[in-house]
């Protein structure tokens, strides 16, 4: 292990607000329906008959039973009105039809925030930051590191965004060149925990004093204008931390209190296929509703299943040593010989934070905890209200407690925090800390 010198804290915090708009399950589905007409007229198209023609036999024997089975009659798919007939009676409903209630029972979700048009993901980064260095009462001068979570970087390939932030922020712009720490991390939803182990390395060893720690995301730039599956969950946000130096006997993290894991053989549950070295992005991918491979893809039900299963063990006896997360508090110091042991060491923290995925998973992983293990704490959730918004999730959710006062020390005593972070890869992270950032008094508590 390699030696500490310093410790860090967590000075400061805040979140976007400027150029983000709140979207209902009605609105979305409406603005799902409104692809109805490119479908159309796609359909009318030459295009769909290729399409037709690169389906799979049984695929396309599927799709005719279907036809058969909702208008009495056989398809004839080279006829333009009953290629527009299979559109309106069987694939329409599979792919864009939704309303409130189907939405709300797969996700939880009631509504999300989506960036207007002309935001970018640094403009959502920099909104975070200016109020994170407020409440830090830090000038951007100060800031030695930049590590930014994302993964809807402004660009792809390069420039990296953590450069257009500096930018914004005025970093780099004195009399005399220094030193600025910046790291881009993209590692799908545990982008911003790797970020701040990252950046928490970089102190530890003085490599900078003061770092921004930055999740943001704009995922809608991610997302194909026809995925039913992905736009009703993903949404919009960032968050910023401010991590400063100091001593190590008031460090709030402590030796080993990040742990990451990943399972490489789950990697294609949510993956982009195109657009990398593996298949370019091509002309019929833009094209085609039905083959939007340069966009994100995720198998939801599978997703849900293995992430439940990596983070806690079915067994504790049999599996805990496979299981992310008493294995992480082992690494923390806790002791991990038992059940007795595992409550102890989740009943230490006062809230464990999930990534905000989905609201049906971070339900299910609330109650195991409770029921199966004991914990007695709080595993808070706000993904009814902002969707799952993938980098910003965990520092979003962070940032609702401290502004409710719910991470206030109680008898001088910090309040303990678990996060834990999971997504495509597959990959897991968590973190042990300690919260001492108390809210200012200009700061109202928030409902």
Known sequence: MHRRFYGARIVGIGKA??????????????????????????????????????????????????????????????????????W?????????????????ERTGIRERQFAEDGVATSDLACDAVAEALQVAGIHPSDIDGIFLGTVSD???????????????????????MRNIVFRDVSEACTSSLAALDTAYAHIQ???????????????????????????????????????QRTHLDDDAFGPNSFFSNLDGSLASLIVTPAGGSRLPVTAQMILNPFDQRQFMEMAGPRVRKEAVRLLLPAD????????????????????????????????????????????????????????????????????????????????????????????????????RILVVVFGGGFTAITASLDWTLDLPEEYPLSA
């Open 316 to 415: 504790f006896e049999r599996d805990w040593q496979d299981a992310v997360i008493p294995v992480a508090l082992r690494e923390a110091g806790f002791p991990m010989a038992t059940k007795e042991d595992f409550a102890r060491a989740l009943n230490a923290h006062t809230f464990i934070l999930f990534h905000q995925a989905n609201g049906r998973m971070c339900a299910d992983l609330a109650e195991k905890l409770k029921k199966k293990f004991g914990f007695r704490g709080s595993c808070p959730s706000n993904i009814a209200r902002y969707g799952n918004t993938t980098s910003a999730s965990w520092i979003l959710l962070l940032y609702e407690l401290w502004r409710k006062g719910k991470l206030k020390p109680s008898r001088r005593r910090a309040k």
């Open 154 to 176: 402004d660009h792809p390939q390069t420039p990296p965004t953590s450069a257009i932030i500096a930018e914004k922020l005025g970093l780099g712009k004195g009399d005399h």
């Open 88 to 104: 309106a009676t069987v694939l329409r409903e599979k792919q864009i039809k939704t309303d409130h209630t189907w939405i709300l």
């Open 205 to 243: 060893n003085g490599r900078c004093k003061t770092a921004l720690v930055i999740g943001a995301d704009k995922m809608t730039s991610t997302m194909s204008p026809f995925s039913r599956n992905l736009w009703p969950i993903l949404a919009d946000g960032a968050g910023a931390l401010v991590l």
């Open 17 to 86: 607000r400027e150029g983000l708009r709140r979207v209902t399950n009605t609105e979305l589905a409406r603005m799902l329906g409104r692809s109805d007409d490119y479908f159309k007229s796609w359909f009318i198209s030459g295009s769909s008959e290729a399409w037709w023609n690169s389906l799979l036999e049984n695929e396309r024997v599927k799709l005719r039973e279907e036809f058969r089975e909702k208008n009495g009659r056989e398809l004839a798919f080279s006829c333009v009105p009953d290629r527009l007939l299979l």
